[in-house]
């Protein structure tokens, strides 16, 4: 997988640069949503780039799972990780990435990847999103939260909503490939031979480094979708007890240990309320 059809060439060669030399960042003129993008690239670019190609219904699924769960639970399987997103999510228009980066005790930081615009400078057509979570606060809340990157133009209300299910599908896809384990995709031939030769040639070294792994979550079979709406199971103007339904799968923290006194993430799969009021509704099950 080629990277260039995502991102700008020149965005991945500065980061590759930046990888061999990280003294490259302090010698560009670059504003701060710039040289974070280019961090952020440059992490996800170590080691060889790893991404993640979801389905567009498994997208639809996830960008509605929520993430109760605390910040310092939080984990995904590399330092900086690239998700190939279904033009669907964006009105039809062409596949888009968005990349996760991640250390512990460090933000959740998100970059959603415009189109290409021609004559636009290549570091800057982003969408940026840093999750601040304090201790006790949830991701979840923490999304409605986020924060801008300064020198951004900040979107509106539908965009900005956008942009937060972006972040959740690709948070909820990190918490799957930690929880469940990976497997990495071979290079096709043509990028192994490139990588091979990138270790004493210069040109080479630039060109391997545009090569994506694709990255498959092991036996991701989840349930997830019911011809019911998932609801909480009470309605909240009369308090009366609501008709048989589904709850979506979600995050949450589970006390464990001596008095509960612990807590460990768990994902809740989608499960029934009121279970023994009529029989089960249609369900499908949605493999990655």
């Not at 190939?84 to 970059?111: E, Q, V, Y």
């Not at 004493?200 to 060109?207: E, F, I, N, P």
Request: hydrophobic letters at 40%.
């Amino acid at each position: 997988m080629n990277l260039t059809e995502y991102m700008p060439a020149d965005l991945i060669d500065l980061a590759t640069a930046l990888n061999r030399d990280p003294m490259t960042l302090g010698r560009l003129a670059l504003a701060k949503h710039e040289r974070t993008t280019l961090f952020c690239t440059a992490l996800m670019l170590e080691g060889g780039a790893k991404v993640m190609r979801p389905s567009a219904r498994l997208c639809d699924v996830l960008k509605n799972v929520q993430l109760r769960i605390d910040a310092n639970k939080y984990a995904q399987p590399y330092d900086g990780l690239g998700v190939i997103l279904p033009g669907t999510l964006f009105d039809g228009s062409k596949d888009r990435i968005a990349t996760s980066t991640w250390m512990p005790g460090c933000p959740i930081h998100i970059i959603l990847f415009d189109e290409p615009r021609a004559g636009h400078h290549g570091v800057t057509n982003t969408t940026q999103l840093q999750i601040n979570s304090p201790p006790g606060e949830t991701i979840e809340k923490s999304l409605s939260e986020s924060v801008f990157i300064e020198g951004e133009e900040r979107p509106g209300a539908v965009e900005f909503q956008k942009v937060v299910s972006v972040a959740r599908i690709v948070i909820n896809l990190c918490l799957f490939a930690v929880e469940r384990g990976v497997r990495i995709l071979p290079l096709d031939a043509r990028a192994e031979k490139r990588r091979r030769k990138s270790h004493h040639d210069g040109r080479m070294a630039r060109l391997a480094a545009r090569d994506a792994q694709e990255v498959v979550i092991q036996d991701l079979d989840l349930i997830l979708r019911a011809t019911s709406p998932a609801t909480d199971g009470i309605d909240g103007l009369a308090g009366h007890r609501q008709r048989r339904h589904r709850r979506r799968g979600h995050w949450k923290m589970q006390p464990y240990g001596p008095g509960r006194s612990q807590r460990k993430r768990i994902f809740v799969h989608s499960y029934m309320v009121h279970a023994d009021d009529g029989p089960d509704g249609e369900v499908q099950s949605i493999l990655s």
